[in-house]
């Protein structure tokens, strides 16, 4: 079969939810996919960071494939013993006291929320059913009906609703209308230290210091949602560590299984995560035995490859080298480490043409929002990588 005949299928049997570029990956090592046709691509956008470790990294390969032999499932009902090494070894790293495992990233944000909800009625002693949660604006943190309620991208709610209620929307990067937002009933605020879906918007230096500042005075969560920043990707473990800050609940999945699985967990202090008891939360899937074994050496890839440090200097170097391509397109070129957004003047016509432009000469990248292309590939990338890629990216952006 060739790629129209795999593209026809899909077309024509699959809901049409996504809009992909019309590539057919069959195969995929480290930082390279290729397609049916035998065509190789540097991969940017390491499935929106889940395969941060590379594709098919050969030690998280092992890992699997070894724990796939012996027990894949338990449930929760029975006690495994991978996830018990999981969980010290995610709390080691992360500098938390406890964790839970879920699978995808939105049951994780599921788990923030009602973990927050509960330590408000608890300890902080807001009327039950009356706890508010403080979100930004141009969020991403999901699609389930609960998350999508919060959303301000019309295309994900419109045809959705009944919404859950208890949110609050103010604008990001502006600390000062958070501690306006603030009630008797606040009990989060929910944050992605960089908004990676809504185009890379990093916030003015010192913001996440001045959320977390405000959040201590008023008795008040923060949650961060790392799942796309998290593990690496901005050049530090966290994104929240380039200003120092600890939040109260980090939200973490994507790379946490090197992209092998769906594996996501929350991070937090006894004092908060302590509060559930057996039967308020679950998931049958979540912390079973292969995913546990995977994330232990997803985690363990990142730091025996020192992956935070290599996001941290090859960003640095990828975005200098970006910033100095003169093309009449770009307006801006941002972001922390490994997650660069180039913003495109609306003259250029949508960031689209220019993704298929660099498909055509071997990179593979998805605009975010119209006008932004996401330059975000697997932290295991190296220099001459970026230097094969950049006169391609160059003719593209010059065109
Ligand atoms: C991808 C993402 C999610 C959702 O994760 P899924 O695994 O797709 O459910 C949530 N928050 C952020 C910041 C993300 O990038």
């Keep these: 079969m060739k790629t129209q005949d795999y593209i026809a299928l899909e077309e024509r049997y699959g809901a049409h939810n996504y809009h992909p570029l019309d590539v057919v990956l069959t195969r995929g090592e480290g930082v390279w996919v290729y397609d049916v046709e035998g065509n190789r691509y540097l991969d940017c956008l390491s499935a929106y960071s889940a395969v941060s470790q590379g594709h098919v990294h050969p030690k998280i390969l092992a890992a699997m ?88 991208e019309p295309l994900y709610r419109e045809d959705f609703g009944p919404f859950t209620p208890g949110f609050v929307i103010v604008p990001y990067g502006e600390a000062e209308a958070i501690r306006k937002a603030i009630t008797p009933h606040t009990a989060a605020v929910m944050l992605e ?32 949602d790392e799942i796309q920043t998290g593990l690496g990707r901005t050049g530090k473990l966290l994104a929240c560590d380039h200003e120092e800050v600890r939040p109260d609940i980090v939200i973490l999945g994507k790379a946490l299984s090197g992209g092998f699985y769906p594996v996501s967990a929350i991070v937090a202090d006894t004092s908060v995560l302590g509060l559930l008891r057996p039967g308020e939360h679950g998931s049958t899937f979540g912390g079973n035995p292969l995913a546990a074994a995977i994330g232990r050496a997803a985690l363990r890839v990142l730091v025996e490859e020192n992956l935070p440090e290599n996001a941290a200097r090859l960003g640095a170097y990828f975005q200098e080298q970006l910033r100095a391509i003169p093309s009449p397109y770009v307006k801006e070129v941002r972001g922390k480490g490994l997650l660069i957004g180039v913003e495109l003047k609306p003259e250029a016509g949508g960031a689209r043409r220019f993704c298929e432009a660099l498909q055509e000469r071997g990179i593979l990248a998805k605009e975010t929002h119209e006008h932004v292309i996401r330059f975000a590939p697997p932290l295991v990338i190296d220099k001459a990588t970026i230097d094969w890629a950049l006169p391609r990216i160059r003719e593209v952006l010059l065109r």
Aim: hydrophobic content about 40%.
């Design 193 to 224: 230290p960089i908004q990676g879906e809504a185009g890379v918007i990093v916030p003015p230096e010192g913001y996440l210091r001045s959320v977390r500042q405000i959040c201590d005075e008023h008795s008040v969560l923060f949650i961060a």
């Design 65 to 152: 494939q070894e724990q796939a032999q012996k027990l894949t499932i338990t449930s929760r009902a029975f006690r495994n013993d991978q996830l018990p090494l999981f969980y010290k070894e995610l709390c080691e790293l992360t500098g938390y006291e406890m964790a839970l495992p879920m699978n995808s990233g939105a049951e994780a944000v599921e788990t923030a929320l009602k973990v927050a909800r509960k330590w408000a009625y608890t300890v902080k002693g807001v009327p039950r059913h009356k706890a508010e949660i403080i979100v930004a604006a141009n969020n991403f943190h999901g699609r389930t009906i609960t998350i999508v309620s919060f959303s301000t």
